[in-house]
């Protein structure tokens, strides 16, 4: 895997004597799961089920796609699922788009988007495995690790269709537009009551 991200690399660096190298990132997990609702009333997570945005808070993780998907969402219908977001909500290189994020939030009154930012890896995994799935709507990857988990846990990925992604991908990867919120508030809506397919 990392054919894409090699190709970048490739061109970014064309100008220096380096070829690179492509080091696979095996998912393993041996781990034993905190309780679902334990979880929930820790980070209160009022729904049911929801879904899981494991990125940091930088641009190019396209977090806007999302909440432009729940507010479309939420101006057609009752939903009755959260999206749980978390990572680090401070970039020092791009320190207002926290803030933009936030905003947003409050303006379209989007109370089923939870931000938990930086967590405890242990309380990561379990959040994902009691997920209906992981989003990772990214204009841009190098390899992504929320992918991945998602493939270690046979849970539903929905992804933004750059070409890292689709590498990535497996049975249970559904893809849309890094622009296309409303192909994604399908998927939400679909998947959050669909079953994983077996591999």
């Not at 492509?22 to 729904?47: A, G, R, T």
């Not at 926290?98 to 931000?115: A, M, T, V």
Request: with cysteine; glycine share 4%.
């Amino acid at each position: 895997g990392g054919k894409h991200a090699l190709e970048d690399y490739r061109k970014i660096l064309k100008k220096r004597k380096t070829n690179g190298v492509v080091i696979s990132q095996p998912y393993i997990l041996k781990f034993k799961f905190l309780e679902k609702n334990k979880l929930k009333k820790k980070y209160k997570i009022s729904n049911k089920k929801y879904f899981l945005l494991p990125n940091q808070y930088w641009r190019h993780k396209n977090h806007i796609l999302v909440l432009k998907a729940l507010k479309y969402l939420n101006s057609k219908y009752k939903i009755n699922f959260d999206v749980v977001s978390t990572g680090n909500t401070y970039n020092w290189r791009d320190p207002d788009y926290f803030n933009e994020i936030k905003s947003f939030i409050k303006l379209h009154s989007l109370k089923n988007y939870r931000i938990l930012g930086a967590i405890e890896h242990k309380d990561l995994l379990s959040l994902a495995h009691h997920s209906s799935g992981i989003i990772n709507p990214s204009f841009s990857e190098g390899w992504s690790n929320s992918v991945e988990l998602a493939k270690a846990l046979n849970k539903i990925n929905l992804l933004s269709d750059i070409k890292c992604h689709k590498e990535q991908s497996d049975r249970n990867s559904f893809f849309f537009k890094t622009k296309d919120y409303k192909k994604l508030a399908k998927l939400l809506i679909m998947k959050k009551k669909s079953k994983k397919k077996k591999i």
